[in-house]
């Protein structure tokens, strides 16, 4: 029994220990739902369901967002500041999920795909936003690397043409 409780398994009649939300029925798991930024638009929309998620399964979410450096750079020293890039998500994860505590890790690197392998656990929860296009998209690519690696991936589709800042009302009347 000790072993299923540890594997987060629950047999008949058995309950959480902890209090779970309402909405999930009492089945409460501590796992982390990563977040990979691909465009503000697509992390926009793959945050807002990383946040359903995590209220409802008790998870932690992580932002990663792998920053391109040049190699006529160090890898130590961005053209970008790591702070700068840090404090922009924070402000995008304040305007979609203010209510969530969610980790943002900036990773500089000279290969995104290769970043991204090394830092997610395999066999991890991924979610990835971006344009579905019948021709691959770069989200698209990337979201299927990771699934042929052993994450488990989910694309979360968007429409790119309004703006992730803009209320249901507004665009309404445009």
């Given at each position: 029994?000790?072993?299923?409780?540890k594997?987060?398994?629950?047999?008949?009649?058995?309950?959480?220990?902890?209090?779970?939300?309402?909405?999930c029925d009492?089945?409460?798991?501590?796992?982390?739902v990563?977040?990979i930024?691909t465009?503000?638009?697509?992390?926009?929309?793959?945050?807002?369901?990383?946040?359903?998620?995590?209220?409802c399964?008790?998870?932690?979410i992580?932002?990663?967002?792998?920053?391109?450096?040049?190699?006529?750079?160090?890898?130590?020293?961005?053209?970008?500041?790591?702070?700068?890039?840090?404090?922009?998500l924070r402000?995008?994860?304040?305007?979609?999920?203010?209510d969530?505590?969610?980790?943002?890790?900036?990773?500089?690197?000279?290969?995104?795909?290769?970043?991204?392998?090394?830092?997610?656990?395999?066999?991890?929860?991924v979610?990835?936003g971006?344009?579905?296009?019948?021709?691959p998209?770069?989200?698209?690519?990337?979201?299927?690397?990771l699934?042929?690696?052993?994450?488990?991936?989910?694309?979360i589709?968007?429409k790119?043409?309004v703006?992730?800042t803009?209320?249901?009302?507004e665009r309404?009347?445009?």
């Amino acid at each position: 029994m000790a072993e299923r409780q540890k594997n987060g398994l629950l047999a008949v009649g058995e309950q959480t220990a902890g209090p779970a939300p309402p909405a999930c029925d009492g089945f409460a798991a501590e796992f982390t739902v990563n977040v990979i930024f691909t465009t503000w638009h697509g992390t926009h929309a793959a945050l807002r369901k990383a946040s359903q998620w995590a209220h409802c399964l008790g998870a932690r979410i992580v932002l990663w967002c792998p920053q391109i450096v040049p190699r006529q750079f160090s890898l130590t020293a961005p053209p970008v500041s790591t702070d700068f890039t840090e404090q922009r998500l924070r402000s995008l994860v304040m305007g979609c999920c203010a209510d969530q505590e969610i980790a943002v890790r900036v990773c500089l690197c000279r290969d995104v795909e290769q970043c991204l392998l090394n830092m997610v656990d395999v066999d991890s929860v991924v979610l990835l936003g971006g344009k579905k296009r019948w021709l691959p998209t770069q989200e698209q690519k990337l979201a299927t690397l990771l699934y042929s690696h052993g994450h488990r991936v989910l694309f979360i589709p968007t429409k790119e043409n309004v703006p992730a800042t803009v209320t249901a009302s507004e665009r309404i009347r445009n």
